[in-house]
């Protein structure tokens, strides 16, 4: 056989061994084409042949999310009439909190963990397995709740949903680790991408925030995944439903005080946002109630913060397409302040108010019991801030400052502090605006406020808690692999033990048949005295009549420290470093003694495990 057919034997063994991991009657049709495409492709050609479906099925499912959200929009503003808008804002925000939160219990069984945190905790701790719910309950939740008036974006639900996707399609055809964490960040990455219809913006967002501290050379799929759901947002959406900005001023170098300013502006407001968000994170999380409770008292403060500040109801983007072009007067119309007049100050205080609750409005959302992100509040609070900035400039006396740039350049601003990801805001603002020739006041605002956001807190507040209990990455590649070690899997049980009110000549006859050079010391109830080496014995090992006046509980020693059964196998690693032992009893929180961990047998699995990794 010449070459040519060795390969295409090969390729028909590993296709047939392919199916016979599966019942042939659960395999689909195009399953069968994707397992044949799989064992005739290199690898690098089917990863990106995976690229493009998952980005196709990822796009696809960023189109029904904003067309679901788009159509219930419009169903309650154009087919239910309301003679006061009063109860228009009173009713639909508490409700989109209330039915999500019944969907929750009613249909999802109660597991509602979302946001681009649960995505990190999948790649970390679940081997980026995620589960299949997840591929349509974030659309479900998250349309109902923002569809309805809930204040949060979409595109965290995107983001979660496009990693389901392309997780699942990992599992289905059996790819490792490395490539089921490329696939599910392709997925992620197609979603943002089919949100804003900015694929740069989409692969940014897999770097700097879903991959941080994972180490890859094949960019590739993430690039044409992107590519292929901002296609497909592009063609199946219209232009109203797209996030895009078309009103804006070309940058002059003059101006550059003003991007300054509204940096440090966008760093300051950045730190509140977050803030608050956990502010009112905790005392949700605090209240002993029930699920629907919750969701009741955060609908109902939610829709009273519409009825008196209706920009607050829904994402907003078009209230930041109404003040990039001048439409002010659109957005308070509704509100109290109309009452009052159109002068500069009442604008000028109405959205600074606006700008302060929205903080509270999009927290409230989410942590009350509906779905949603922040990254459409951090772009609503930005371009807010920024036309608050550029008016009070001008009734300053500075009339030449650019309104619709400062608008754009503060989304990109406080979405940087907010989410510690200022490439994907430079890039997305940017592809959104084909505001190419910003870059420099985009990066210098973008990168001011996340220099202040990072002076406050070195990680995200949104991440902290799970990086400090290593549930998450950070960019600490060492930490990373240990934090995927179990404490429990490195648990030595073969060790030998002796009870403390044994006799001596017990201790002799095991040190004889063992072949450890440690021995546990228990008590009665199986907790840990303590330990017992050679080196301990050594000098009585051979003075017969020395050794029969002795004891277990004179020769019996504190290990130089203690592992709990709970502890982290990064703080194991340290405790080793600080005593210096090779070996240390493992007990649980009452002292109930388990085994030993070796010092040996963690570098081993660590090892092993980097071995995984790197291939």
């Known amino acids: 056989m010449n070459k040519r057919s060795i390969r295409k034997f090969s390729s028909f063994l590993r296709f047939k061994r392919n199916l016979t991991k599966y019942s042939f009657n659960k395999v689909k049709g195009y399953e069968v084409v994707v397992f044949w495409l799989k064992s005739v492709l290199s690898r690098t050609q089917f990863l990106i042949l995976s690229g493009i479906l998952v980005g196709f099925t990822c796009g696809l499912a960023g189109v029904i999310l904003k067309s679901l959200v788009h159509y219930i929009h419009y169903l309650i503003t154009h087919k239910v009439y309301f003679e006061d808008q009063v109860f228009f804002y009173l ?12 969907l929750v219990i009613l249909i999802f069984d109660s597991q509602d963990r979302k946001g681009i945190p649960a ?68 997925g992620a990455t197609a979603g943002i991408a089919s949100a804003f219809n900015a694929p740069v913006a989409g692969v940014m967002f897999a770097i700097e925030i879903l991959l941080t501290g994972v180490v890859f050379t094949d960019f590739i ?8 759901g901002s296609l497909v947002s592009k063609i199946l959406l ?35 946002f977050v803030l608050i968000t956990q502010y009112v994170e905790s005392i949700f999380h605090q209240l002993k109630w029930h699920r629907l409770k919750k969701a009741m008292l955060g609908g ?12 607050l109801f829904g994402e907003g983007y078009d209230t930041i397409k109404m003040l990039t072009n001048g439409e002010v007067r659109t957005v308070m119309e509704n509100s109290f302040f109309r009452f009052i007049g159109y002068r500069d100050w009442v604008v000028l205080v109405f959205l600074s108010i606006i700008c302060l609750l929205k903080a509270f409005a999009s927290s409230i959302t989410i942590y009350s019991g509906g779905n949603g992100g922040n990254f459409a509040p951090s772009l609503f609070a930005g371009g807010t801030l920024g036309f608050v900035f550029a008016l009070f400039c001008q009734q300053i006396g500075f009339v030449q400052a650019p309104v619709a740039n400062l608008v754009l350049v503060g989304m990109a601003g406080v979405m940087s502090g907010v989410l510690y990801a200022p490439l994907t805001a430079i890039f997305l603002i940017a592809e959104s605006s084909s505001g ?12 001011t406020s996340f220099l202040i956001a990072k002076w406050f807190s070195p990680i995200s507040p949104d991440l902290k808690k799970l990086a400090d209990q290593g549930k998450i990455f950070t960019r600490e590649h060492d930490r990373n692999l240990l934090s995927m070690l ?114 040996s047998g963690v570098l081993s699995k660590y090892r092993n495990l980097l071995q995984d990794y790197s291939e």
Not at 221 to 228: D, M, S, T, Y
Not at 440 to 445: A, D, G, H, Q, Y
Request: proline residues 4%; charged residues 15%; aromatic residues 10%.
């Open 119 to 186: 995505i990190l905790y999948e790649i970390a701790k679940n081997s980026s397995v995620v589960s299949s719910v997840k591929m349509y309950s974030q659309i479900v939740q998250s349309a109902v709740t923002v569809g309805l008036g809930g204040s949060a974006g979409l595109e965290s639900p995107i983001a979660v949903t496009g990693a389901a996707i392309g997780s699942n399609f990992a599992q289905t055809y059996k790819l490792n680790y490395k490539e089921r964490t490329l696939l599910l960040a392709a």
């Open 91 to 102: 009713i639909f925000p508490f409700t989109g909190i209330v039915l999500t939160s019944l």
């Open 238 to 272: 219209k232009e109203d439903v797209l996030f895009q900005f078309t009103s804006r001023n070309f940058f002059d170098y003059h101006n550059l005080g003003y991007y300054i300013i509204l940096g440090i502006l966008c760093g300051l407001y950045a730190r509140y």
């Open 486 to 599: 179990e404490t429990l899997d490195l648990i030595d049980q073969d060790v030998q033990e002796i009870n403390i009110d044994a006799s001596m000549s017990q201790l002799v006859q095991l040190v004889k048949e063992g072949k450890r050079n440690i021995i546990a010391v228990i008590h009665t109830n199986k907790s840990l005295a303590g330990i017992i080496t050679l080196d301990d014995l050594r000098p009585f090992i051979f003075d017969v009549s020395g050794i029969k006046n002795l004891t277990i509980q004179d020769l019996v020693k504190s290990p130089p420290a203690y592992i709990n059964a709970y502890d982290d196998v990064v703080t194991v690693v340290r405790k080793f470093e600080e005593t210096g032992a090779w070996n240390l009893p493992v007990v649980t929180t009452d002292g109930i003694y388990m085994g030993y961990i070796s010092k």
């Open 221 to 228: 799929p993430l690039v044409v995944a992107a590519v292929c």
């Open 436 to 447: 190419y020739d910003l870059f420099i006041p985009l990066m210098l605002v973008s990168v």
């Open 300 to 311: 109902a403060i939610l829709s009273v913060l519409c009825v008196l500040y209706p920009p």
